[in-house]
């Protein structure tokens, strides 16, 4: 046996994000079925992923038998420096009129979609991950008057991931520091369209 010392490269930024919309909704209003287009964009200053669940402790004879955790789903808070409007209209479940007026505020249901993002490393390394069920919660901003100097003004959504599968994992990533990281794997094929499976990310590497 011998030790052997890892020294995993840190991260240095959050590169681009993608959405994708689901279609083909099905009784539980998610089929796992998208559409044909990926939305990228490079305008995130801040991602932040937290959990909303329980832990609970199982006591028997004076001491805690086992711990039951219930993960519920995750929320993405997305701090960016703009957001497509007919993107976040759509997320939102905004009546957009033909002649061009937005209406939103009313509870007329909100489309599930894919949110994939991009974490970069030092050394070229990154992660590259998909949270392929997805509903907009919020949006909020702040916006201030200009001053003689530039004041950098961002808005910030509420993305809610829920469970996908039946195993009830939230997420697909890859990692390339991990030792099985696929071989031809590119960004671009890897956000070309959501990953909920391995063979989806067969197919998105160029098939088997």
Not at 120 to 143: A, N, R
Request: proline share 3%.
């Amino acid at each position: 046996m011998s030790i052997k010392t890892a020294k995993p490269a840190i991260t240095e930024t959050v590169g681009a994000q993608y959405l994708c919309f689901a279609s083909g909704e099905d009784s539980t209003g998610f089929s796992g079925q998208y559409e044909e287009d990926v939305e990228k964009t490079e305008t995130v200053k801040k991602v932040k992923v937290s959990t909303n669940g329980s832990s609970e402790d199982v006591y028997a004879s004076g001491k805690v038998y086992d711990t039951d955790n219930t993960f519920a789903s995750k929320d993405i808070e997305v701090e960016a420096i703009a957001f497509p409007a007919d993107t976040i209209a759509k997320a939102l479940g905004s009546n957009v009129d033909t002649g061009g007026l937005i209406s939103d505020g009313a509870d007329r249901g909100k489309p599930y979609f894919a949110y994939g993002k991009v974490v970069k490393k030092k050394h070229g390394q990154f992660v590259w991950e998909w949270y392929p069920k997805c509903m907009m919660l919020e949006i909020s901003d702040e916006t201030s008057t200009k001053e003689e100097k530039f004041s950098e003004q961002t808005q910030t959504v509420t993305i809610r991931a829920y469970a996908f599968n039946e195993d009830g994992d939230f997420r697909n990533y890859v990692d390339s520091e991990s030792k099985n990281f696929p071989k031809g794997l590119t960004e671009e094929k890897f956000f070309v369209k959501p990953i909920l499976t391995p063979e989806d990310l067969k197919t998105a590497i160029g098939g088997e």
